[in-house]
């Protein structure tokens, strides 16, 4: 199994820029996909980012050219580097994994406990 702390959430103005990061561990070398979702109040949980084992990266359309997700492989870390931040991006943005064939929890996604993210106009 793999634990996920998310950091770098805060307050900022919109046009603003964050970057938030997400520290992995435990059975890191299994992990297969890792993605950044966010969660709105009174809205369902969204994908953000994603980014594959092999490196290609998705993003939701509201997002493409704003944000970037990245990770570091030397420090299991993953990072989403918000710029343009608008305050329709307001949420708790969580972090998640999805494991490998190398691993025994195979296909099992798991979460972080977010990381609030606040843009005012």
């Known amino acids: 199994q793999v634990q996920l702390v998310e950091s770098g959430g805060g307050l900022v103005q919109a046009g603003d820029s964050l970057r938030l990061s997400c520290a992995a561990s435990?059975?890191?070398?299994?992990?297969?996909?890792m993605g950044w979702y966010r969660q709105a109040p009174g809205k369902e949980r969204e994908l953000v980012a994603l980014?594959?084992?092999?490196?290609?990266?998705n993003y939701r359309d509201s997002v493409k050219g704003r944000f970037t997700i990245s990770g570091d492989t030397a420090k299991n870390t993953l990072y989403l580097q918000m710029n343009s931040l608008k305050p329709e991006d307001t949420a708790v943005y969580y972090c998640?994994?999805?494991?490998?064939?190398?691993?025994?929890?195979?296909?099992?996604?798991?979460w972080g406990k977010g990381t609030l993210v606040t843009v005012s106009s």
């Open positions: 435990g059975e890191t070398i299994c992990i297969s996909d």
């Open positions: 980014i594959t084992s092999g490196g290609s990266t």
């Open positions: 998640n994994a999805e494991m490998g064939g190398c691993s025994a929890s195979y296909g099992l996604n798991y």
